[in-house]
């Protein structure tokens, strides 16, 4: 049972927050009331999050694709822009698709993925364990693998993934400096350092996907607008047909490639097993 505004100050929320710098500290004391059971909890809570860690771990959760996705501590919190890439990999995925979430964090795009897809098959992996462990609480099936990249994930899905979405980290190593405390300090760097021009992961992520990649299957990234073109050439490279997509309400770009093939379904007939 949370608490309610009529029992706690609002206002002495708003003020705390506001003084260490938060820049929408009356939605967040909101969101810290209606979370928060008991008064002495909601002092704990105001009390971390002045203390800068991002609101997502102080409540636990975040909200994507309308869905309140569980974050603990110390995990990658999803990004709004990123909705964009979860929306685009469920535009693509069939009813019971086979759908693989790479570098899957706390594993909400492939939530959200399973939210709008019926009967889609989602897969997850990431190397961090305590992603690991948030992401089984948040994607259905349990399907949820702990291990870099492909290397945990069951052989059976060789060659029968629909739809492969990696949100691998991109920011190029000499920007992580930039980026704001919340992340530097409060989010594993694996899940930010994309190496010195940010695409590391993402040349891993796609040297293998047509090994995975059923016929007319896609591979989506998130990137930046400027890399965008670097990952369209990486794409190529591997033998995947590449393109753009922007989202200007989100400022979010992505890049799909498509293997080429002669079944532009690229839908299974029978089950991938998970052994």
Not at 13 to 36: N, P, Q, W, Y
Not at 70 to 99: H, I, Q
Not at 123 to 132: E, G
Not at 166 to 191: Q, S
């Amino acid at each position: 049972m949370s608490l309610s505004p009529s029992v706690v100050s609002l206002t002495s929320v708003v003020s705390a927050l506001r003084a260490s710098g938060c820049v929408f500290a009356e939605d967040e004391a909101r969101l810290l009331i209606s979370t928060a059971r008991t008064p002495a909890e909601l002092d704990a809570m105001v009390a971390r999050r002045v203390a800068g860690l991002p609101l997502e771990h102080v409540l636990g959760w975040a909200e994507f694709c309308g869905l309140r996705v569980a974050v603990d501590a110390g995990v990658f919190v999803p990004r709004r822009r990123t909705e964009f890439l979860a929306r685009r990999a469920a535009a693509l995925a069939r009813s019971g698709a086979v759908v693989v979430d790479l570098c899957c964090g706390s594993g909400a795009v492939g939530a959200g993925v399973a939210a709008a897809v019926e009967g889609a098959r989602v897969y997850a992996a990431d190397v961090d364990p305590a992603a690991v462990r948030c992401a089984r609480r948040n994607v259905p099936g349990g399907r949820v693998y702990e291990g870099d990249l492909y290397r945990p994930l069951p052989v059976a899905l060789r060659d029968r993934v629909d739809v492969l979405v990696a949100n691998a980290p991109y920011v190029p190593t000499r920007e992580i400096a930039l980026l704001p405390a919340e992340a530097r300090v409060h989010e594993p760097r694996t899940a930010l350092d994309g190496g010195a021009d940010g695409l590391d992961v993402q040349r891993r992520v796609a040297a293998e996907a047509p090994l995975w990649l059923a016929p007319g299957g896609h591979l989506l990234v998130e990137t930046s607008a400027c890399q965008a073109p670097l990952t369209v050439e990486v794409f190529a490279r591997v033998g995947l047909t590449p393109h753009i997509e922007l989202c200007d309400e989100l400022d979010a770009t992505i890049v799909i490639g498509v293997r080429r093939g002669a079944d532009q379904t690229g839908c299974p007939t029978d089950d991938a097993s998970d052994g």
